[in-house]
Structure formats: C-alpha cells, structure tokens
C-alpha cells in the first residue's frame, strides 16, 4: 500500500472516530479516577518489545530543540484536549519519550494530510501520528519500531461473549464492512464462516446491537471505543485475538523522521523501550484506552 492510499485508509478511520472526542474525554476522566491496579486486571498491554533486547541509545549533541508534527482529530490516540492543546496517547508518549532523553520538545498541530510533506519541507523534526508504516514510507523517511498497531478483532453480544470459540465460526453469521482488510481475512483464513457485508461500521455495530448477526469483525479500536461507549447500549464485549497479521492489517505506526536524520531515530528507539521496560508505556496506554483494542 502506497502512502496516499495508506493517508486515505486513516482517513476513513477518522470519520469514524471524528466527534467521539467528548465521549472518549469523559470515558478518560473515569479512567482516571481508578488506580491503575484496578484497570490493570482487564487490560492487555501490546507487547511490542523484547524486554532482553537491549537498545544502545546514541549519543545526541545537538542543542535544537525537536518539534513534533501530530493532528488533532483522531482520538484517542492524539486530538486536541480541553484546553486546546493537543494531547492523546501518541502525543503524551512524544512527550514522556522527550523527558526520557532529556530533549527539549515542542508539540504542533496540523491538518493529517501536511504532516509528511511539513516533514520533508524542514517545518517539524518528527512525525507523531497514525501514519501507518509502509514499505513505500520507509524509502522516504525514517521510522521508528511500531509504538502501536491496528489489531483486529471480534465482537459479540454479552449472551454469546463468554466461552467464544474460534471453532464457532464455522456456523456463525459474522459482520463485516465490505470491501475492507477484514472482510479479506476472514474470506482466506475463515472461509467456513458466513460473511454479512455492510457498507459501513455504524450499519454493522447497529446489526450486531440488534442480534442480526452473531459476531462482527473489524478494527479492534474502533471496536474497543464502541463497545466503551454509549452507542452500544452496554450490549457487545470484545472476543477473540487480536489479530496482527501485517499482510492484512499493516505493520502498525511509529515516530516518522527525515530520512538523514537516523541519529535522532535511533535515540527514540531507545527511549521507547525504555519506557516499556519501566512501565511507562503501559501507564500511557491505560490511559487512554478505557477499553483497550489488544
């Protein structure tokens, strides 16, 4: 998949999630009230480093100051917060990554389709956004390891959640968008099931609400943040996987550099795992995934 395709691909996303921000405010605002122990027993953390791979961090001699590139409007992984200053799980982790390695850091928002080209044009030092990591992007600029993927995932109604089965499949009505990665995947790894298309996520969300279909598959955050949500109506949890075959669903997102700048992209690899050894990605991600897509 080409950037453009893959900007388009978010951008579908976006409208998806575009006016879940109060909701998902008011969601973190109760999170935030529980102590992370509390949330800790029903969340899984994305395990996306070995913890025996040791990282060396570079030595960094510049003085400049780095300036991250994010949008605001793809919550809740970055979006603009109350007071106007953006803020999100990707955001807070550029910040927690610039604290790590003693940088001193800016954060600007910009509309999602300038951000590589305000890259390019030397307007910003790093790209910190859901810009999906593809072969095309990295012959372009440098990325860091995935900080986040884009799991797949099942949902069902409560009445058929407990005891799910992959084997079930075989003789469940599953929902889908059509046309999408996910609709692909189940048709090459899970012929047996009958697939129902929809031609959007409202129609197919609305489908398993109403006990239509016995399963949906689909994004797990969009899935994670309708479940969270009101919209569901408390009816459906999340079953089975994630699912993070790349060939299907990307390789996820990273911090996205000039391509000379390879010295500062080593650095935030080695800050990032840092942050996972210690704890401090899993605080962040609690944070802001009330109900969490892994």
């Not at 953006?86 to 927690?96: D, H, I, K």
């Not at 500062?264 to 401090?280: E, F, N, T, V, Y």
């Amino acid at each position: 998949m080409g950037v453009a395709a893959a900007f388009g691909r978010n951008r579908a996303l976006k409208s998806r999630l575009r006016g879940l921000s109060a909701r998902i405010l008011a969601s973190l605002a109760v999170v935030a009230s529980l102590s992370a122990p509390a949330l800790a027993q029903d969340a899984a953390i994305p395990n996306l480093w070995d913890p025996r791979a040791g990282i060396e961090r570079p030595e960094i001699t510049t003085g400049r100051t780095i300036r991250f590139l994010t949008d605001d409007e793809f919550p809740p992984l970055h979006f603009a917060g109350p007071d106007g200053v953006p803020t999100g799980f990707v955001v807070e982790l550029a910040r927690a990554v610039c604290e790590r390695l003693s940088l001193t850091c800016t954060v600007q928002a910009r509309r999602f389709d300038t951000l590589l080209p305000s890259l390019t044009e030397g307007r910003g030092d790093v790209v910190a956004a859901a810009v999906p990591i593809t072969a095309d992007l990295r012959k372009g600029f440098a990325v860091t390891r995935p900080l986040f993927r884009f799991p797949a995932r099942f949902a069902a109604r409560r009445d058929r959640a407990a005891g799910f089965d992959m084997k079930a499949l075989g003789s469940a009505k599953v929902g889908v968008v059509a046309g999408t990665a996910h609709e692909a995947y189940l048709a090459t790894l899970q012929p047996g099931a009958t697939r129902q298309p929809y031609p959007d996520a409202g129609e197919a969300q609305a489908a398993l609400r109403r006990g239509e279909v016995d399963y949906l598959f689909g994004d797990g955050l969009a899935l994670a943040l309708w479940v969270g949500g009101v919209a569901s109506e408390d009816c459906c949890a999340l079953v089975g996987g994630p699912f993070l075959e790349s060939r299907f669903f990307g390789e996820g997102i990273g911090f996205v550099l000039r391509a000379d700048d390879d010295v500062l992209r080593r650095a935030l690899d080695a800050a990032l795992q840092r942050l996972s050894d210690d704890g401090k990605y899993a605080e962040l991600y609690l944070r802001f995934f009330p109900v969490g897509p892994f």
